[in-house]
């Protein structure tokens, strides 16, 4: 089990950027693979990038490419979330979560532990 806790959050306007972060307690950390999701109310959480313990497995949700890097730092038990040329449709709720499956890393029922969430507000 590992308690994840997301930052970096706040109002941009369109073209601005953001850094998201999410600290993680405890070693087990290390073995987690650690995704980013976003939901929008009404709406079911979407898969925004993933990253594998080790880092060497990366993945991207279409509409995030050239504009997010997802990058984990395992001595600070830290993912961070680089988030780049900013639209009004990236505005959500971002979570960061946790699981242990190198498989399906695009669906949220994958991940065993989940963040708080921290909002991402675009204007236009």
């Known amino acids: 089990q590992v308690q994840l806790v997301e930052s970096g959050g706040g109002l941009v306007q369109a073209g601005g950027s953001l850094r998201l972060s999410c600290a993680a307690s405890?070693?087990?950390?290390?073995?987690?693979?650690i995704g980013w999701f976003r939901q929008i109310p009404g709406a079911e959480r979407a898969f925004v990038a993933h990253?594998?313990?080790?880092?060497?497995?990366?993945y991207y949700a279409d509409s995030v490419k050239g504009r997010f890097t997802i990058s984990r730092d395992n001595a600070k038990n830290s993912v961070f979330l680089q988030m780049n040329s900013l639209k009004p449709e990236d505005t959500a709720v971002y979570y960061c979560?946790?699981?242990?499956?190198?498989?399906?890393?695009?669906?949220?029922?994958?991940?065993?532990?989940w963040g708080q969430g921290t909002q991402v507000t675009v204007s236009s």
């Open positions: 990253i594998s313990w080790g880092g060497g497995r990366i």
């Open positions: 405890g070693r087990a950390f290390r073995s987690k693979n």
């Open positions: 979560a946790a699981t242990t499956s190198s498989t399906n890393w695009g669906l949220a029922t994958r991940y065993d532990n």
